[in-house]
């Protein structure tokens, strides 16, 4: 133990810089912290590539090439100075480049002699090249008893300055591995969970990930730590959810009667899907348990979020609460409160509506019925968090497209109702990967409705560049021919909100030429308008009155209109994968095939492709959350900024789904057989968990 806690600087080849910088770049302080800072890939370097089958088909591939290095030179062009270096075997010769540090080598690397050159293959316009090879002399290297398997280790340019890139990382991890024995390292799994799963001692795991022997060491010890770092997070984040459980009493709705009953048997429009059913039940045992419910309710775009939680405000009714409904924008919440008044209507439900747009006597009468109790289910934006807005004994309120609203703004709603908060449902259209869902809201409960209504068509995605644009619009005028409805969505991103609007107006003006009055109307709507004016807008296309919205991602949320059929997205590559996906929920909500049709630029990142390809590979929300949280990573996942870092050690939620599942599972058992870890078995754990939590502290707070 005492090992391990020795200052880094008292590492055999750690000087006082070398130290300064692996606190300051990566934050090992101790032999500790260098033992937890694992590889991110490993290369295999058993065997030699021959140049001769390098070609451009090798682009970003990693090779090791062995042979002799020959002449040298810089080249200066513009500010740009490289070096660049041939390099020959028996098969052919080519080149490697130095962006930085030439000076150095060319001291210090020996033409004529044979190197070990290992790196990435780059093609860069049919001329092959490694830039930035690990490079080292056969006569100093012991190939013959060479790793199987090289970890390789972040770097930095100030590591790589200062002789610390993958290559000296490994030979200071090496240093520190011959030192550290096993009872360095104690076991901090019980024994009985190692059994079971077949996991590697956490020593040999921790030897393993540096220095595997062979892939099926590398992939025990990789699944020993994953589990352990997601084991130890599950049983933290199920001890707060314990504690919060047991401390929140909520109302108990325990009756189920006639406005439940009288809509459910005489009123429901259709047949509730399988998953509706499910997660309705979810939601009924919550609102029974006398405990607060925390549920987040997340359904792909169309999945019928609506008729779920209308069934629940049903629920709070009947056992004589009100209910209340809040969406994000003004135009959601009308088509809620529209909606809903008529799948009530003839129930002796009184249903209201509040928003800043209502004013003056109509407001006040509203906020006095709330509170007498006149009204029993109110519809609104997020006017019903102000302060004036009291109920009489509010049970239930729903926050429709939860990524809208902030934490903070939600915990208003809780202080609206005494001597309980009211139960709280959040409907969530960005669906977060269950892997993650499981983690973020780890200390929540969620529901996944997973299933969407019979007979819906799939939206066709076909994605056009600008030179196509004559085209799309001869298909806009084809479908607008046929009576239907088209969007065309520009991106409106703060930073360049001026150029933005711009795009958008002349967007509009290119489309207003090509689909002249009066045979086509067009309405605008952007978020720099008025809400009065935004909303006219709105009406006259929800009406069928104009047959094209130019708008903004405005109309990103929720907004309903049947007859649309074509979504065309301008500047595609601007916008994030889930943001794309809602923006194509707003078509495909009726009868007919609809299309979206995804507009970019000839040039396309690598991420902007994978996007595009996704959107045109699938229409589910769930895998496309799946490749979001790939391509971008956790921390970037909409709706989960506020949540705090979800940055992992080694594990991977993107990949690690099954692994998080069993170590869930496994947590919520000891959780439940030994909540305060108090038994033998759990003595590891109780110890661990004491010095862990220090540093999950921020986990408390995500709710
Ligand atoms: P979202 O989950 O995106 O909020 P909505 O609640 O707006 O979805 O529902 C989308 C459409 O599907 C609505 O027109 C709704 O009436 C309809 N719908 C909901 N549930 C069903 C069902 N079980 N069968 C058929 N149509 C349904
Ligand atoms: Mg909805």
Redesign the pocket.
């Given at each position: 133990m005492t090992l391990l806690k020795t200052k880094i600087e008292f590492l055999k080849g750690v000087g006082p810089q070398k130290a300064e910088l692996l606190k300051t770049e990566l934050g090992i302080y101790t032999f500790a912290d260098l033992l937890m800072h694992f590889p991110f890939r490993y290369v295999d370097k058993t065997k030699f590539h021959l140049i001769k089958d390098i070609g451009p088909h090798s682009d970003g591939e990693t090779v090791q090439l062995k042979g002799i290095l020959r002449r040298m030179e810089t080249i200066t062009s513009g500010r740009t100075k490289r070096l660049v270096a041939r390099f020959r075997d028996d098969t052919g010769m080519m080149e490697l480049v130095w962006f930085k540090g030439a000076n150095w080598l060319q001291k210090s690397l020996k033409v004529g002699m044979e190197y070990i050159v290992f790196g990435r293959v780059n093609n860069f316009k049919g001329k092959i090249s490694i830039p930035h090879p690990e490079i080292e002399l056969v006569a100093n290297s012991n190939v013959k008893n060479a790793l199987t398997l090289a970890p390789v280790y972040p770097s930095t340019d100030k590591l790589t300055n200062k002789g610390l890139d993958a290559k000296g990382q490994r030979k200071l991890m090496a240093v520190l591995m011959n030192k550290i024995e096993a009872t360095d390292i104690p076991e901090i799994l019980p024994d009985y969970i190692l059994e079971k799963l077949k996991l590697p001692a956490r020593y040999k795991a921790l030897k393993d990930i540096h220095f595997p022997k062979n892939q099926l060491d590398l992939k025990q010890a990789t699944n020993r730590l994953k589990f352990e770092e997601l084991f130890f997070l599950q049983l933290r984040l199920l001890q707060i959810r314990q504690n919060r459980k047991s401390d929140l009493r909520g109302y108990a709705f325990t009756k189920i009667a006639d406005k439940f009953l009288g809509f459910y048997n005489e009123k429901i429009p259709f047949e509730l899907t399988g998953a509706q059913k499910r997660v309705i039940k979810e939601i009924r045992k919550d609102l029974g348990s006398g405990r607060q419910m925390n549920r987040l309710l997340q359904g792909d775009?169309g999945s019928g979020?609506?008729m779920v939680g209308l069934m629940a405000m049903l629920m709070a009714l009947d056992n004589g609460h009100q209910a209340a409904m809040m969406a994000p924008t003004e135009i959601l919440a009308q088509q809620h409160y529209a909606s809903i008044q008529e799948y009530v209507d003839g129930l002796g439900i009184k249903v209201g509506f509040l928003s800043g747009s209502v004013k003056g006597k109509k407001r006040r009468l509203l906020l006095e019925s709330l509170k007498e109790g006149e009204i029993d289910i109110v519809i609104g934006t997020h006017a019903l968090l102000e302060d004036p807005v009291e109920f009489k004994n509010l049970g239930l309120a729903i926050t429709?497209?939860q990524h809208r609203f902030g934490v903070k703004q939600r915990s208003k709603l809780w202080k609206k109702s005494r001597p309980y908060p009211p139960h709280i449902l959040v409907?969530t259209?960005t669906p977060i990967p269950r892997t993650l869902a499981m983690t973020l809201y780890g200390d929540l409960d969620v529901s996944t409705i997973d299933e969407l209504p019979p007979g819906r068509k799939e939206v066709k995605t076909i994605h056009k560049y600008e030179s196509g644009r004559m085209r799309v619009f001869g298909f806009m005028r084809q479908e607008i021919e046929k009576g239907r409805q088209v969007y065309v969505v520009y991106p409106l991103i703060e930073e360049s909100a001026t150029l933005d609007l711009k795009n958008l107006e002349e967007g509009f003006e290119s489309i207003s030429r090509d689909f002249p009055r009066p045979d086509y109307q067009i309405s605008i709507v952007h978020g720099r308008m008025k809400p009065a004016d935004k909303d006219f807008e709105m009406q006259r296309f929800v009406k069928g009155e104009t047959q094209i919205m130019v708008a903004t991602t405005v109309i990103e949320v929720?907004v309903n209109v049947p007859n649309a059929s074509v979504m065309v997205i301008e500047n595609t590559e601007r916008f994030g994968l889930s943001q794309l996906h809602q923006l194509r929920g707003r078509v495909g909500r009726g009868a007919e095939q609809s299309y979206c049709i995804l507009m970019t630029g000839d040039k396309l990142s690598k991420e902007g492709k994978h996007r595009v390809q996704t959107m045109c590979a699938t229409n589910n929300g769930f895998e496309i959350a799946d490749a979001d949280l790939r391509l971008r990573g956790p921390g970037n996942i909409e709706g989960t900024q506020q949540s705090g870092t979800l940055n992992f050690r080694i594990a991977d939620l993107a990949q690690d789904g099954k692994i998080l599942q069993t170590a869930r599972e496994l947590a919520k058992r000891v959780i439940e057989d030994d909540p305060k870890f108090e038994k033998p078995i759990h003595e590891r754990v109780r110890h661990y968990m004491e010095h862990y939590s220090k540093r999950v502290k921020g986990w408390s707070r995500i709710s």
């Open positions: 775009v979020k609506t429709d497209e409907m259209a929720g």
